[in-house]
């Protein structure tokens, strides 16, 4: 059967997705376009791209997530400093590691720019902090003056990546000779469910299932604000996620697998192998349980 996926941000607890798509192969799903914001733009590009359940696993248990970190020359030269790298680099680690290593994945499957995919068949979200807007890629690029054909995925996905104050943002320069700073896209849609449902009749073209990183809509821990730093935490939290639960809500929550993880924070960059295959079977479990009553 061929469906639209969406996956959700999450860091590191994207490891579930893994047994998800092992299920959803198991029952003889296609991909026929794919969505997503942060490590969910990351997913769905390697979908898109055609790589399967189980070269992702063999790609991704190997992976020392860590080494994917690159220091920026303040951390390196002194990281008792690090927050020099924050103030005048806008974050502590640079991001062209990971965008090496997304364009050596692409490449193996012969994918460079948006232009060796379906049109349409990829979409990934970002957010323009500069403009105070949602980028939708590679829709929004010519406003910026882009041709879509030419632009890297990998520079996409990393765009959609760039967690703030964590990673240095993007830096882009539009045709108007403006400078963009572009963050990590879960700041305004971190499940962008809503991307494959047509905005005038409401309808989708085929059915969509999105895959989220966190428990179903009536398990939603509340946050907890008795100091300013939970304050600023709760406030984030609720940026992140206010949009999406609305729209859930309303609309396709009955289409979404949650996936339940407690245990693991999106930075944790240091899982091991056993807390990897944690990640993945909450993932298997979770998609059939989704998969046994789900009506599409």
């Known amino acids: 059967m061929r469906i639209d996926g969406v996956f959700a941000g999450g860091g590191v607890k994207a490891f579930a997705f893994l047994g998800a798509m092992e299920v959803m192969e198991e029952r003889r799903f296609q991909f026929e376009r794919t969505a997503g914001t942060s ?51 806008l974050g502590l680690y640079k991001g062209d590691t990971f965008e090496q290593w997304v364009k050596g994945l692409l490449a193996e499957k012969n994918i460079y720019t948006f232009r060796d995919l379906p049109k349409g068949s990829l979409r990934i979200v970002a957010s323009d902090i ?24 990998a520079l996409a996905v990393r765009m959609s990546c760039m967690l703030p104050y964590f990673f240095e943002p993007v830096k882009l320069k539009s045709r108007q000779g403006k400078k963009h700073i572009i963050v990590d896209g879960g700041i305004l849609s971190n ?12 309808l989708c073209k085929r059915p969509v299932i999105g895959f989220q990183l966190s428990p179903s809509l009536k398990e939603m821990e509340q946050h907890k604000i008795n100091n300013a730093v939970e304050l600023y935490q709760s406030l984030f939290d609720t940026m992140r996620k206010a949009h999406d639960l609305r729209y859930m809500a309303e609309n396709d929550a009955q289409n979404v697998v949650f996936l339940p993880i407690e ?34």
């Open 263 to 296: 245990d693991v924070k999106t930075t944790n960059f240091d899982l091991t192998i056993e807390q990897k295959e944690k990640l993945i079977n909450i993932g298997r479990t979770e998609t059939k349980k989704f998969l046994k009553t789900w009506k599409c």
């Open 191 to 202: 499940f962008p469910i809503w991307l494959y449902r047509d905005p005038v009749s409401g």
């Open 39 to 89: 490590a969910g733009a990351l997913m769905a590009a390697l979908v898109q791209a055609g790589y399967t359940a189980e070269e992702l696993k063999s790609i991704l248990l190997s992976l020392e997530v860590s080494d994917l970190l690159q220091k920026t020359k303040w951390m390196r030269r002194a990281p008792w400093l690090s927050w020099l790298s924050v103030y005048w680099k």
């Open 130 to 153: 500069s403009s105070g807007k949602m980028m939708v890629l590679p829709d929004d690029l010519e406003d910026y003056g882009y041709n879509p054909d030419r632009f890297p995925v």
